[in-house]
């Protein structure tokens, strides 16, 4: 018949002290009669006797002895010292996951140090560029904050050109080649869509991930065409592609004619399939909700701060801030396996493209060694509280 907890709890009493006192042979002997009584795993009815009356294994890293208390286990090897440069370095990133944070820890401890911006000795220095990036998540994971926002869209189909503008789909573009462009209206209207209201216009690359945005001053097409040519002038590569969704500030004669004369392809998406411009719509989140939010931003004060904004952030996400593409999909059933590249910059991934020039690639290159990304973070700092002070100006 097993013992009850109160039994085997007075054996335990009865035995712990003659098994203190007996020899290495007569441990073995004792604990293997304590472990028919009683039924304990061999490990823990060896901890059982061997430790104190307070002895109960309540963790898996700690147990009491009568008169101390010790750590089991392996010593942490990421200590408060690591976990407080690393916090400086997540905040420099814009609090990115750990994996995109592992892909660009190299560049921004480089940059960092170049601007004096943390002082680094060598161990720590060793330790950030070896943690993996599941590591990070869990180092960080107390700081880590979430935002579940909601938008509301204005997309207001356009009617003209749709049967001459041909529809793309997600996989009918050259993924390796830069130059293919997904662009969007990201409306910032706040909870009231009437009246004239400021937009910033999204320009996403598929093949590296270069990102450009530019506001508006409302959904007009002459503004969001001055706009679209302006950004085809600052990425770095030639333009060869325009997609969009089916909106009338993109779908006009204006626009189309302007494609045709410049010998660009230029597409639409499906009407209501977000997921062909899945590539702009995922940076309408990341870089222009994530950093200026839902207000509602109308008037040329605000029109200004924003692009001012916008100026900083192309180059803070552009050269640090890595991204991951999707490589493979396969379907499985009702499973579906992707298979993701390892995370690298836009700037990192025009340097490796075949079809951008050397020159190009020299003159990148020479801006990245002058660009602080800690201060890049402080100047749009600055500039999202302008946005949100009343009279909007900047300090």
């Known amino acids: 018949m097993p013992l009850s907890m109160s039994e085997k709890q007075s054996v335990s009493n009865v035995m712990r002290e003659e098994y203190r006192k007996a020899s ?52 942490k090897l990421y200590g408060p010292d690591i976990v407080q440069t690393l ?25 960092m140090t170049r601007f004096d911006e943390f002082v680094c000795n060598g161990d720590v220095k060793a330790k950030l560029l070896t943690v993996s990036s599941a590591t990070i998540d869990r180092l960080l994971r107390p700081e880590r904050m979430k935002l579940n926002l909601k938008g509301r869209s204005t997309t207001k189909p356009g009617t003209l050109l749709k049967s001459q503008i041909p529809v793309r789909l997600g996989n009918e573009w050259d993924d390796a080649r830069p130059g293919f462009i997904e662009i969007d209206l990201v409306a910032h209207c706040g909870e009231n869509a009437r009246g004239e209201y400021i937009n910033t216009l999204d320009a996403i690359d598929v093949a590296t991930g270069w990102c450009e945005t530019m506001a508006v001053i409302n959904k007009a097409q002459k503004h969001v065409f001055e706009a679209l040519k302006k950004i ?80 900083l952030l192309r180059l803070h996400t552009n050269f640090f801030m890595p991204s991951v593409k ?58 999202q509280e302008a946005l949100y002070r009343p009279n909007n100006n900047p300090k």
């Open 24 to 75: 290495k042979k007569q441990k073995h002997v004792i604990l293997d009669q304590f472990i028919k009584l009683t039924g304990y795993n061999r490990n823990y009815a060896a901890r059982k006797l061997r430790l104190g009356k307070r002895s109960a294994i309540k963790s898996r890293y700690k147990v009491t002895h009568s008169k101390k208390t010790c750590k089991r286990g392996r010593p």
């Open 326 to 383: 999707l490589e493979s999909k396969k379907r499985d059933g009702s499973r579906v396996m992707k298979r993701y590249s390892y995370p690298m910059t836009p700037y990192r991934r025009v340097l490796a493209s075949e079809y951008v020039s050397a020159e190009t690639k020299a003159q990148l290159t020479e801006m990245f060694v002058t660009l602080n990304p800690i201060e890049l973070r402080r100047q749009i700092a600055k500039l």
């Open 232 to 311: 085809r002038s600052r990425i770095p590569f030639p333009l060869l592609g325009i997609d969009s969704d089916n909106g009338s500030e993109f779908i006009n004669y204006e626009l189309s004619r302007w494609c045709t004369e410049e010998n660009l392809t230029f597409t639409r998406s499906r009407p209501n399939r977000k997921n062909d411009g899945c590539h702009v719509e995922e940076k309408n989140w990341s870089i222009v909700r994530r950093n200026v939010g839902y207000k509602r931003f109308e008037g040329h004060a605000h029109l200004d701060t924003l692009n001012k904004l916008y100026e």
């Open 87 to 111: 916090l400086k370095i997540w905040a420099g990133m814009d609090y990115v996951c750990g994996k995109r944070l592992h892909a660009g820890m190299k560049d921004l401890i480089d940059a």
